[in-house]
């Protein structure tokens, strides 16, 4: 079992900067993946970024050059650097761990809200 907790949502203006934090509730070195995906009003949720325990890092094209997923394993948090923010990247925003034993299994934070102004 993995417990994840997010921060780091909120109201900012077109073109500013947040920054989403990821909590897990155990050591992210036995955790194979961690990502972030979004969800806006009316559409199915999306892969923003994720990262492997070898940091290898993927992005969604629409985030590309603007977002950065980084993670702390002493700490057991993964981030989501968000910047030069726009309009359509208001959604909430989910953290995910993906544990891979004998399956896969797929943990999920409750969300966080990110609304951006224009």
């Known amino acids: 079992q993995v417990q994840l907790v997010e921060s780091g949502g909120g109201l900012v203006q077109a073109g500013g900067s947040l920054r989403l934090s990821c909590a897990a509730s155990?050591?992210?070195?036995?955790?194979?993946?961690m990502g972030w995906y979004r969800q806006a009003p009316g559409k199915q949720r999306e892969l923003v970024a994720d990262?492997?325990?070898?940091?290898?890092?993927n992005y969604a094209d629409s985030v590309k050059g603007r977002f950065t997923i980084s993670r702390d394993n002493a700490k057991n948090t993964v981030y989501l650097q968000m910047n030069s923010l726009k309009p359509e990247d208001t959604a909430v925003y989910y953290c995910?761990?993906?544990?891979?034993?004998?399956?896969?299994?797929?943990?999920w934070g409750q969300g966080t809200q990110v609304t951006v102004s224009s």
């Open positions: 990262i492997t325990s070898g940091r290898n890092t």
């Open positions: 155990r050591s992210i070195f036995t955790i194979n993946a």
């Open positions: 995910n761990a993906k544990v891979v034993g004998v399956s896969l299994h797929d943990y």
